[in-house]
């Protein structure tokens, strides 16, 4: 089970990486687009941690299930933003020059 | 069989690395959606490929081949959902410095918000 070990402590370094966009992200669709991504990251850490508890007949249905919620959540908050402008964050700008 | 499946995870592993790289250092919002819609699903479609050649045929494997079904169908279905809705908020593409730019049609005078 070692390699698993490993596999998973690298799917969690890669969402610390992720974490970067998620809070220094310029605007709210930068954070949901990273929200979204470690989400789907979580979903492999699941399949894995199966694997770290011996049960992946248990954990393939919170990662199957985990899919579903995180696809929902995503299309729900970007369908809310498009059609509520005031909840967007004060003081936007369209983006200038990059970085 | 042990082999082939690393192998596999392997790949996988590497599309997920070239995801959060794209995600870091992408100029802009579109690019960053571009660099996640795509090689995310390709990295976790191999991530879980490889955990089937190891699980075998069983019913585990059969819920892994329907996480990847699902996840090639509603991973770029979300991130087109989310650029429409950016799309439609008025984000603009970040401006370059190319000379091309002085072919572009100008900026709308409010600043691009609709």
């Known amino acids: ?99 | 069989m042990n082999t082939i499946s690393f192998i596999v995870m392997s790949f996988g592993f590497f599309f997920l690395l070239v995801t959060v790289i794209g995600l870091i250092r992408l100029p802009g919002f579109f690019t960053r959606v571009h660099a996640v819609s795509k090689s995310e699903t390709l990295g976790l479609a191999l991530v879980f490929a490889g955990l089937m050649l190891h699980e075998g045929m069983t019913l585990v494997s059969m819920k892994y081949a329907l996480i990847i079904l699902f996840v090639a169908l509603a991973n770029p279905v979300g991130a087109h959902v989310l650029t429409r809705a950016a799309v439609r908020t008025g984000i603009m593409p970040p401006r370059t410095r190319r000379p091309s730019d002085a072919l572009a049609p100008p900026q709308t005078s409010d600043g691009g918000i609709r």
């Open chain 1, 1 to 99: 089970m070692n390699e698993f070990t490993g596999a998973a402590g690298f799917l969690i370094v890669l969402m610390f990486g992720l974490c970067y966009r998620l809070i220094l992200g310029p605007r709210v669709y930068n954070r949901l687009l990273a929200a979204g991504a470690i989400g789907t990251f979580a979903i492999a850490l699941l399949a894995l941690m199966g694997y770290l508890f011996e049960r992946p007949d248990m954990f393939v249905d919170l990662a199957l299930t985990y899919a579903l919620l995180n696809f929902i959540g995503t299309v729900a908050v970007a369908k809310y933003l498009e059609n509520h402008p005031e909840e967007r964050e004060p003081g936007e700008q369209p983006e200038g020059i990059a970085e």
